[in-house]
C-alpha cells in the first residue's frame, strides 16, 4: 500500500504561482513513475506530469514551460512547480504513484482566479 497525500493547493491570482506537495507513506526510491493529475469541473481526470526515478520528464502541452515537476528520493516526496496560472488551471490535482497498480492521493484544490 502507498498512500499519497497532497498539499500546496490554494486560491492564487491569474499569472501567480504554487508549488504542490505529494508526500507518500513509503520510499519512492524503487516505485518507477509518479505524477500529477488534474480534474477540473465536469471534465475527465487528466495527466498534467510524470516524472520517473531515473528524473524522465513529461508534461501535457498545457503545462509545458510553466510547470516543472521534481522528486526528493530522500525526503519520499513529488513536487509541481506550477507558473504562469491562467484560469483554466482551476482543478482538483491528484497525486499519483504506479507500482503494479496506480496509487492516488485525495487531491488538492487549485483555484486561479482573473
Known amino acids: 500500500q502507498v498512500q499519497l497525500v497532497e498539499s500546496g493547493g490554494g486560491l492564487v491570482q491569474a499569472g501567480g504561482s504554487l508549488r504542490l506537495s505529494c508526500a507518500a507513506s513509503?520510499?519512492?526510491?524503487?516505485?518507477?513513475?509518479m505524477g500529477w493529475y488534474r480534474q477540473a469541473p465536469g471534465k475527465q481526470r487528466e495527466l498534467v506530469a510524470t516524472?520517473?526515478?531515473?528524473?524522465?520528464?513529461n508534461y501535457a502541452d498545457s503545462a509545458k514551460g510553466r510547470f516543472t515537476i521534481s522528486r526528493d528520493n530522500a525526503k519520499n516526496t513529488v513536487y509541481l512547480q506550477m507558473n504562469s496560472l491562467n484560469p483554466e488551471d482551476t482543478a482538483v490535482y491528484y497525486c499519483?504513484?504506479?507500482?503494479?497498480?496506480?496509487?492516488w492521493g485525495r487531491g488538492t484544490q487549485v483555484t486561479v482566479s482573473t
Open positions: 499519483n504513484a504506479y507500482r503494479i497498480v496506480d496509487y
Open positions: 513509503v520510499s519512492i526510491y524503487n516505485i518507477n513513475t
Open positions: 516524472i520517473t526515478r531515473h528524473g524522465t520528464t
